[in-house]
Every structure is written in C-alpha cells, then in structure tokens.
C-alpha cells in the first residue's frame, strides 16, 4: 500500500505543476488544456531515450556516462 501511495504522489507531481501554470495562466484569460499532455509526453520521450541508452551498454551501471544520460532525457523531453 506504502508503494502505491508514492507512485501516486510520484505521477501527481507533473500535474500538479500543471495545474498551477493553468490557473495563473487562465486569470489571464487564455486557457490551454494540453499542458498534462504534453508534460507526460516529454517525459515518455525521455524515459524512452533512456531506456534505449541503457538497454545499448553492455554493463550499464560501470559504463553508463551520468551526464550523456541526463542530457538525453532533457533533450527527448523537448
């Protein structure tokens, strides 16, 4: 139950940034009801290059280059 309870609070996290970017945007009378979307696709196109990276090292935790990692993720989630 204790690790349903923080994946849930983990998968909250994007909409609740969302939802909050929404509401002072919508005060100034535009409204977009994509953001979650988007937020969660550019997170399935950096876990996605991740994996891929990952999945091509023969021994991932001794060969994997920490900064190439994070910098696919930021540039897949773009």
């Known amino acids: ?4 309870i923080t994946n849930a609070v983990v998968q909250g996290i994007p909409l609740i940034f969302g939802s909050t970017g929404e509401i002072i ?3 100034s009378g535009h409204l977009n009801l994509g953001i979650p979307g988007i937020m969660y696709v550019g997170t399935a196109g950096g876990c996605w290059a991740v994996s891929l990276y990952m999945a091509s090292l023969g021994n991932p935790k001794e060969d994997a280059s920490w900064f190439l990692l994070i910098l696919l993720a930021i540039l897949m989630a773009f």
């Open 1 to 4: 139950m204790l690790n349903f």
């Open 25 to 27: 945007t919508e005060k």
